[in-house]
T-cell receptor, first 114, second 114 residues
Framework: QKEVEQDPGPLSVPEGAIVSLNCTYSNSAFQYFMWYRQYSRKGPELLMY????GNKEDGRFTAQVDKSSKYISLFIRDSQPSDSATYLCAMSEQGGGSNYKLTFGKGTLLTVNP | GAGVSQSPSNKVTEKGKDVELRCDPISGHTALYWYRQRLGQGLEFLIYFQGNSAPDKSGLPSDRFSAERTGESVSTLTIQRTQQEDSAVYLC????????????FGEGSRLTVL
């Protein structure tokens, strides 16, 4: 079992839809959880960053972390064609010298159709 | 510069040749990371530099891979005797602080080994 599992998709939705992206993980030491967005032939850019369990909202984006289930989600409301990209979940351990070493999911390719 | 700069953006080489990839991080960022992204795979951690501390080389896949960093500036990733399985996008990232997941990525160097 890989440390981080993410459905690669592809996921295709109409403009305005609510999108749900998910990752599961096996390492209970993960404490920091991130979502990166990667446009084609570009480097990933940080979208959301959360620490431990709970929700975080930023505009149309909401990140949820459920540590008891080892499950994280990213919700995109009122999706736009400009949201079309690959979404990568990433996580790292708390404290010490290792929490900079991000473990990434494979990414989910999302297309939002006008 | 405004962002992380990587060169070359594309490199095609023959099996057995050596290649050198360059990364120029964001000014003032003390931490620098190299990741590899193979087709259909998540980002794989390769190496981490933080200031003048000894680098964390635990992600380097073989002794054909090496990396150097001059102070808190430019880094080079060298792959000797390239193999076809080395074909990937090599991404460099930098960050201000060690203990967050807020990495700023370059656009990557796309390596193709024939």
């Amino acid at each position: 079992q890989k440390e981080v599992e993410q459905d690669p998709g592809p996921l295709s939705v109409p403009e305005g839809a609510i999108v749900s992206l998910n990752c599961t993980y096996s390492n209970s030491a993960f404490q920091y959880f991130m979502w990166y967005r990667q446009y084609s032939r570009k480097g990933p850019e940080l979208l959301m960053y959360t620490y431990s369990s709970g929700n975080k909202e930023d505009g149309r984006f909401t990140a949820q972390v459920d540590k008891s289930s080892k499950y994280i989600s990213l919700f995109i409301r009122d999706s736009q064609p400009s949201d079309s990209a690959t979404y990568l979940c990433a996580m790292s351990e708390q404290g010490g010298g290792s929490n900079y070493k991000l473990t990434f999911g494979k990414g989910t390719l999302l297309t939002v159709n006008p | 510069g405004a962002g992380v700069s990587q060169s070359p953006s594309n490199k095609v080489t023959e099996k057995g040749k050596d290649v050198e990839l360059r990364c120029d991080p964001i000014s003032g960022h003390t931490a620098l990371y190299w990741y590899r992204q193979r087709l259909g795979q998540g980002l794989e951690f390769l190496i981490y530099f933080q200031g003048n501390s000894a680098p964390d080389k635990s992600g380097l896949p073989s002794d054909r891979f090496s990396a150097e960093r001059t102070g808190e500036s430019v880094s080079t990733l060298t792959i000797q005797r390239t193999q076809q399985e080395d074909s990937a996008v090599y991404l460099c990232a930098s960050s201000r602080r060690r203990n967050t997941g807020e990495l700023f990525f370059g656009e990557g160097s796309r390596l193709t080994v024939l």
